[in-house]
């Protein structure tokens, strides 16, 4: 920068490129303190986003659909591995859930802004009267933990059953039990309380592999309990501090208006169409920049 400050006050370069070197180095900069957000312990780990449809039928699961499609284009123009472990088709239409493992360097970091509750408002195609409704659908990403994360699993209180795969998939999967389901009985160490976490796997046809992906994703949330008892305790500490309130309604997306606003940095934009097709960037570094540090 200062050997370009030099070029152009001797005449050497122009004022057009000092101005483009300007820019670079702001680029940089910005791009060092983004960087400078993903220090948390997790935000290197492979991500586990899960989606549910809200209230609402079919206008609620096809927006639970939209939303896969956009983390899949999401992933995949970020050069991450997805894969669909396991999907449930809604009524007509859309899907009532559906869990996504995204591998590649900082999934977690970049993606645990999602969490929460995205609100669609459009002219629905599925009413008759042309009326403009509003859905919603809760979306959850968690850290998908490795085998070097030590997480305790206590055998005695965990149980298998197997079904059959449905779907497309030739004979196969119509045939063999390959689909797994895992139940395990959970109990919290801090307050005694027990509950049962029930996981699904169809991803595979091979039975032994879709057990030991559930088993991953067995780990994923009881890492993801454990780290949320410590943000709760960081956050009674830090109370005076802002909040982010995880779970409640995060962004909406008003596809007649052609606006789509993250409610916590108010960030937004009139790109709907970029948006659904994965370009969330905007809205990520946003909310890493205002809350990445916390």
Known sequence: MLVMHEFFQSGDATEEEMMQQIEQCTHQVEDLEFQNML????????AVLSINAGAGGV???????????????YAETHGYKVAISNSL????AGIKSATLQIEGDYAFGYLKSETGVHRLVRVSPFNAQGKRMTSFASVSVTPLVDDSIEVVIEPSRLSWDTFRSGGAGGQNVNKV?????????????YTGEEEEILIENTETRDQPKNKENALRLL????????????MEEQAKIKASQKKI?????????????RRVKDHRTGYQTGDVTGVM??????????????????
């Open 277 to 294: 097709d994965g370009k969330i960037d905007g809205f990520i570094k946003a909310y890493l920049m205002e809350f990445g540090a916390e």
């Open 177 to 189: 039990e390959s689909g797994v389901r895992l139940r395990y009985q959970y109990k919290d160490p």
């Open 245 to 257: 309130e995880w779970g409640s309604q995060i962004r909406s997306y008003v596809m007649d208006d």
């Open 59 to 73: 206008e609620a699961q096809d927006w639970a659909e939209m939303l896969m499609r956009m983390y899949i284009r």
């Open 219 to 230: 780990r994923s949330q009881l890492y993801n309990r454990e780290l949320q008892h410590r």
């Open 39 to 46: 220090r948390g312990e997790s935000d290197s780990f492979d």
């Open 89 to 92: 088709d809604g009524e007509g």
